[in-house]
């Protein structure tokens, strides 16, 4: 049996980014309650040397709508990185599944060995379709909702395993 890449991505990517979404519900819910100021959350990081909450849904985001847009061959949308509030990130996670949404297994199907590039600095790392998928993008948006969820349990925010995994 193959591989859809396109099942092995999209609805997956989809599904996480969904269950991010309704995490921010309830913490918009939360600041409301408690009557906090929504940046004690959004510029909380659990270590001195991590990114704060914010930049966790933004990479998460940026994975997720990065990964399809190579495996597809198109240009990657590109976002400021300017939210400074739930709003503005739940925005940014919407924009991120219409992009996902848009596109189709034809497009993403039979990418398993196309040759996928990515630079960090002068580094570049060669990858297959495949590699890239599994190996890197599903498991960095996995690391990202995940810190971004441990966030805001750390903090108080009511949101359990069920929240986390959603209805896949």
Known sequence: MTISMYQASA???????????????????????????PAALLQF??????????????????TAKGVVARLAGVDIPVYEDNETS???????????IAFIEGFTP?????????????KRGD?????????FLLGHAIPNVYFHVSIAYAILRHNGVEIGKRDYLGKP
Request: aromatic content about 6%; hydrophobic content about 40%.
């Open 11 to 37: 609805p997956r990517l989809i599904n996480s980014m969904r269950n991010l979404s309704a995490i921010l519900d309830k913490t918009q819910a939360y600041i409301d309650a408690k009557k906090i100021d």
């Open 45 to 62: 990081r659990l270590f001195p040397d991590m990114l704060n909450f914010t930049r966790q849904v933004q990479i998460a985001s940026d």
């Open 86 to 96: 739930v709003a503005e990130l739940q925005a940014r996670i919407a924009k991120t």
């Open 106 to 118: 034809a497009q993403l199907d039979g990418t398993e060995e196309k040759a996928i590039v990515t």
């Open 123 to 131: 580094k570049e790392t060669h990858y297959t379709g495949m590699q």
